[in-house]
Protein backbone atom coordinates (compact mmCIF):
# COMPACT_ATOMS: atom_id res chain seq x y z
CA UNK A 1 0.00 0.00 0.00
CA UNK A 2 1.28 3.71 -0.48
CA UNK A 3 0.98 4.54 2.99
CA UNK A 4 3.41 2.08 3.96
CA UNK A 5 5.58 3.43 1.29
CA UNK A 6 5.20 6.78 2.87
CA UNK A 7 6.34 5.63 6.01
CA UNK A 8 9.42 3.95 4.78
CA UNK A 9 9.80 7.50 3.37
CA UNK A 10 9.48 9.06 6.74
CA UNK A 11 11.37 6.45 8.79
CA UNK A 12 14.64 6.95 6.78
CA UNK A 13 14.52 11.13 4.83
CA UNK A 14 17.82 10.92 4.52
CA UNK A 15 17.33 7.57 2.18
CA UNK A 16 14.28 8.94 0.72
CA UNK A 17 16.64 11.97 -1.49
CA UNK A 18 17.22 9.41 -3.96
CA UNK A 19 14.92 9.55 -6.74
CA UNK A 20 11.19 7.63 -6.25
CA UNK A 21 11.16 4.31 -8.33
CA UNK A 22 8.24 3.27 -10.55
CA UNK A 23 5.84 0.99 -9.10
CA UNK A 24 2.33 -0.69 -10.49
CA UNK A 25 -0.68 0.37 -9.74
CA UNK A 26 -1.71 -2.39 -8.44
CA UNK A 27 0.65 -2.36 -5.85
CA UNK A 28 -0.94 0.57 -3.81
CA UNK A 29 -4.51 1.03 -4.62
CA UNK A 30 -7.46 -0.46 -3.95
CA UNK A 31 -9.58 -0.41 -7.02
CA UNK A 32 -13.14 1.04 -6.43
CA UNK A 33 -15.14 0.26 -9.57
CA UNK A 34 -18.37 1.25 -7.44
CA UNK A 35 -16.98 4.75 -7.23
CA UNK A 36 -19.09 7.24 -9.21
CA UNK A 37 -17.79 9.19 -11.89
CA UNK A 38 -17.47 13.14 -10.59
CA UNK A 39 -17.02 12.12 -6.97
CA UNK A 40 -13.78 12.77 -5.16
CA UNK A 41 -11.44 10.28 -5.96
CA UNK A 42 -10.17 7.86 -3.10
CA UNK A 43 -7.20 9.03 -1.21
CA UNK A 44 -5.12 5.92 -2.43
CA UNK A 45 -6.23 7.11 -5.79
CA UNK A 46 -4.79 10.68 -5.84
CA UNK A 47 -1.95 9.65 -3.90
CA UNK A 48 -0.91 7.43 -7.23
CA UNK A 49 -1.97 9.84 -9.71
CA UNK A 50 0.51 12.33 -7.84
CA UNK A 51 3.59 9.98 -7.63
CA UNK A 52 3.60 9.07 -11.10
CA UNK A 53 4.30 13.01 -12.04
CA UNK A 54 7.49 12.35 -9.14
CA UNK A 55 8.96 9.57 -10.76
CA UNK A 56 12.83 9.66 -10.86
CA UNK A 57 12.34 12.93 -8.37
CA UNK A 58 13.59 12.89 -4.99
CA UNK A 59 11.00 10.64 -3.15
CA UNK A 60 11.63 12.99 -0.05
CA UNK A 61 9.52 15.56 -2.67
CA UNK A 62 6.81 13.14 -2.99
CA UNK A 63 6.50 12.36 0.79
CA UNK A 64 6.09 16.36 0.83
CA UNK A 65 3.65 16.46 -1.99
CA UNK A 66 1.46 13.57 0.13
CA UNK A 67 1.88 15.43 3.47
CA UNK A 68 0.01 18.29 1.90
CA UNK A 69 -2.61 15.82 0.07
CA UNK A 70 -3.38 13.68 2.77
CA UNK A 71 -3.60 16.88 5.98
CA UNK A 72 -6.22 18.43 3.77
CA UNK A 73 -8.24 15.22 3.72
CA UNK A 74 -8.40 15.03 7.28
CA UNK A 75 -6.92 11.84 7.51
CA UNK A 76 -4.85 10.75 10.57
CA UNK A 77 -3.69 14.38 10.58
CA UNK A 78 -1.55 14.39 14.11
CA UNK A 79 0.29 11.42 12.28
CA UNK A 80 1.30 13.16 8.87
CA UNK A 81 1.49 16.61 10.70
CA UNK A 82 4.17 15.08 12.84
CA UNK A 83 5.74 14.30 9.69
CA UNK A 84 5.17 17.09 7.92
CA UNK A 85 7.31 19.31 10.66
CA UNK A 86 9.76 16.95 10.25
CA UNK A 87 10.32 17.83 6.99
CA UNK A 88 10.65 21.37 7.25
CA UNK A 89 12.73 21.64 10.53
CA UNK A 90 15.25 18.33 10.14
CA UNK A 91 15.79 18.91 6.33
CA UNK A 92 14.90 22.46 6.10
CA UNK A 93 17.87 23.40 4.24
CA UNK A 94 17.22 20.17 1.34
CA UNK A 95 13.53 21.30 1.40
CA UNK A 96 14.54 24.66 0.37
CA UNK A 97 16.90 23.81 -2.53
CA UNK A 98 14.26 21.24 -4.10
CA UNK A 99 10.87 22.81 -3.48
CA UNK A 100 9.20 24.31 -6.03
CA UNK A 101 7.33 27.53 -6.19
CA UNK A 102 3.78 25.72 -6.62
CA UNK A 103 4.24 23.20 -3.50
CA UNK A 104 5.81 25.93 -1.44
CA UNK A 105 2.54 27.84 -1.22
CA UNK A 106 0.99 24.65 -0.72
CA UNK A 107 3.14 24.44 2.51
CA UNK A 108 1.83 27.69 3.26
CA UNK A 109 -1.61 26.51 3.06
CA UNK A 110 -1.05 23.63 4.97
CA UNK A 111 0.24 25.25 8.33
CA UNK A 112 -2.72 28.06 8.06
CA UNK A 113 -4.58 24.85 8.13
CA UNK A 114 -3.09 22.37 10.60
CA UNK A 115 -0.26 24.21 12.53
CA UNK A 116 -1.29 24.31 16.55
CA UNK A 117 0.91 27.36 16.92
CA UNK A 118 -1.23 30.80 15.74
CA UNK A 119 2.30 32.47 15.20
CA UNK A 120 3.16 29.74 12.31
CA UNK A 121 -0.45 30.48 11.26
CA UNK A 122 0.43 33.95 10.63
CA UNK A 123 3.75 33.45 9.28
CA UNK A 124 2.59 30.96 6.74
CA UNK A 125 -0.28 33.91 5.99
CA UNK A 126 1.96 36.21 5.00
CA UNK A 127 3.78 33.73 2.56
CA UNK A 128 0.69 32.67 0.99
CA UNK A 129 -0.66 36.08 0.44
CA UNK A 130 2.60 37.04 -1.46
CA UNK A 131 2.66 34.28 -4.13
CA UNK A 132 -1.36 34.08 -4.29
CA UNK A 133 -0.97 38.13 -5.35
CA UNK A 134 2.18 36.95 -7.86
CA UNK A 135 0.05 34.84 -9.14
CA UNK A 136 -2.77 37.11 -9.92
CA UNK A 137 -0.86 39.52 -10.97
CA UNK A 138 1.21 37.19 -13.65
CA UNK A 139 -1.59 35.39 -14.82
CA UNK A 140 -2.79 39.23 -16.52
CA UNK A 141 0.29 39.31 -17.73
CA UNK A 142 0.74 35.97 -19.56
CA UNK A 143 -2.84 36.04 -20.12
CA UNK A 144 -4.30 39.55 -20.95
CA UNK A 145 -4.75 40.99 -23.90
CA UNK A 146 -3.77 44.72 -22.67
CA UNK A 147 -3.56 46.11 -18.95
CA UNK A 148 -5.86 45.18 -16.36
CA UNK A 149 -8.33 43.23 -19.55
CA UNK A 150 -7.97 39.45 -18.25
CA UNK A 151 -8.73 37.32 -20.70
CA UNK A 152 -12.72 36.09 -20.68
CA UNK A 153 -13.09 32.88 -18.94
CA UNK A 154 -14.33 31.20 -21.84
CA UNK A 155 -11.57 31.78 -23.32
CA UNK A 156 -9.04 30.32 -20.72
CA UNK A 157 -6.43 28.11 -21.59
CA UNK A 158 -4.03 27.26 -18.83
CA UNK A 159 -0.15 28.34 -19.29
CA UNK A 160 2.51 27.47 -16.99
CA UNK A 161 4.74 30.41 -15.49
CA UNK A 162 7.64 29.68 -13.89
CA UNK A 163 9.12 27.31 -10.94
CA UNK A 164 5.93 24.60 -11.11
CA UNK A 165 2.85 27.37 -11.24
CA UNK A 166 0.31 27.94 -13.49
CA UNK A 167 -2.14 30.86 -14.33
CA UNK A 168 -4.87 31.85 -11.95
CA UNK A 169 -7.81 28.97 -13.52
CA UNK A 170 -10.13 32.09 -14.65
CA UNK A 171 -13.75 31.32 -14.27
CA UNK A 172 -13.32 28.45 -11.46
CA UNK A 173 -10.01 28.62 -9.54
CA UNK A 174 -10.24 28.14 -6.03
CA UNK A 175 -7.31 29.79 -5.12
CA UNK A 176 -9.15 33.07 -3.58
CA UNK A 177 -11.94 31.36 -1.74
CA UNK A 178 -9.17 29.40 -0.01
CA UNK A 179 -7.22 32.10 0.91
CA UNK A 180 -10.56 33.84 2.06
CA UNK A 181 -11.79 31.10 4.16
CA UNK A 182 -8.24 30.68 5.60
CA UNK A 183 -8.18 34.56 6.50
CA UNK A 184 -11.63 34.45 8.58
CA UNK A 185 -10.08 31.56 10.45
CA UNK A 186 -7.09 33.50 11.20
CA UNK A 187 -8.94 36.56 12.53
CA UNK A 188 -11.91 35.25 13.74
CA UNK A 189 -10.90 36.94 17.06
CA UNK A 190 -11.20 40.97 16.86
CA UNK A 191 -7.81 42.11 17.61
CA UNK A 192 -6.53 45.36 15.95
CA UNK A 193 -4.54 42.88 13.17
CA UNK A 194 -7.45 41.15 12.61
CA UNK A 195 -9.82 43.69 11.80
CA UNK A 196 -6.72 45.58 9.57
CA UNK A 197 -6.53 42.51 7.45
CA UNK A 198 -10.17 41.52 7.05
CA UNK A 199 -10.56 45.08 5.62
CA UNK A 200 -7.72 45.24 3.15
CA UNK A 201 -8.88 41.58 1.59
CA UNK A 202 -12.42 43.25 1.64
CA UNK A 203 -10.85 46.57 -0.19
CA UNK A 204 -9.04 44.72 -2.40
CA UNK A 205 -11.86 41.57 -3.26
CA UNK A 206 -14.93 43.92 -3.36
CA UNK A 207 -14.07 48.30 -3.83
CA UNK A 208 -11.22 48.93 -5.23
CA UNK A 209 -10.28 47.96 -9.23
CA UNK A 210 -7.12 45.42 -8.67
CA UNK A 211 -6.37 41.84 -10.15
CA UNK A 212 -8.25 40.63 -7.50
CA UNK A 213 -11.44 42.22 -7.94
CA UNK A 214 -11.28 42.13 -11.70
CA UNK A 215 -11.17 38.35 -11.53
CA UNK A 216 -13.55 38.08 -9.01
CA UNK A 217 -15.93 40.20 -12.00
CA UNK A 218 -15.25 37.26 -14.70
CA UNK A 219 -15.83 34.39 -11.94
CA UNK A 220 -18.81 31.89 -13.43
CA UNK A 221 -18.49 28.98 -11.48
CA UNK A 222 -20.55 29.83 -7.53
CA UNK A 223 -18.88 27.14 -5.70
CA UNK A 224 -15.55 29.14 -5.87
CA UNK A 225 -16.74 33.04 -5.64
CA UNK A 226 -15.22 34.77 -3.60
Known sequence: MIFEELQSFAADMEGAKAPLPERSEDEFVRHNPGVPVGQRRPLDRELYEWRKSFLGQPALLFLHVACNVILRRGFQTEHYWSIFERLWTEQSAYMREVVNAKWLASACD???DCSPS?????????????IKTVKLYETEIYLGDGYKRPVAAENYV??????????FNIGF???MINFRDR??????????????SQEVFNRLSYQYDTAISRF?????????LW
Open 216 to 224: RSCHTYPDT
Open 183 to 196: LARLTAETTPASVV
Open 118 to 130: EKERALAGIGAIM
Open 173 to 175: GDV
Open 110 to 112: TIM
Open 158 to 167: PKDMFDGMHT
